[in-house]
């Protein structure tokens, strides 16, 4: 059973920046591959970024690429999401998931609740 439980979002405006984290319980935290995703409102959740266990590798979708990056740290068991240049279409709830396997943009085993992310213009 993992935990999480995100942090970090907030109010910004276009063009500015956030990092959002999410800390994870549990011993195993470095066997799981991470990742996250996005809802917006009247919208379905979509995909956003993943992480393989060791952090080596990464994936993102086309709509952050070059804007975002995820990283994570084993030893702090956190997962985080640097977003840069933000948009107002950036706007969502964002939530942090882990899967045992292979990086992957679906299937997640555990979520946690999200923390909203709001880009003004």
């Known amino acids: 059973q993992v935990t999480l439980v995100e942090s970090g979002g907030g109010l910004v405006q276009a063009g500015g920046s956030l990092r959002l984290s999410c800390a994870a319980s549990?011993?195993?935290?470095?066997?799981?591959?991470m990742g996250w995703f996005r809802q917006a409102p009247g919208k379905e959740r979509e995909f956003v970024a993943t992480i393989d266990w060791s952090g080596g590798s990464t994936y993102y979708a086309d709509s952050v690429k070059g804007r975002f990056t995820i990283s994570r740290d084993n030893a702090k068991n956190t997962v985080y999401l640097e977003m840069n240049s933000l948009k107002p279409e950036d706007t969502a709830v964002y939530s942090c998931a882990a899967r045992k396997g292979v990086m992957s943009a679906a299937s997640y085993d555990y979520w946690g609740q999200g923390t909203q992310v709001t880009v003004s213009s």
């Open positions: 549990g011993r195993t935290f470095n066997t799981y591959t």
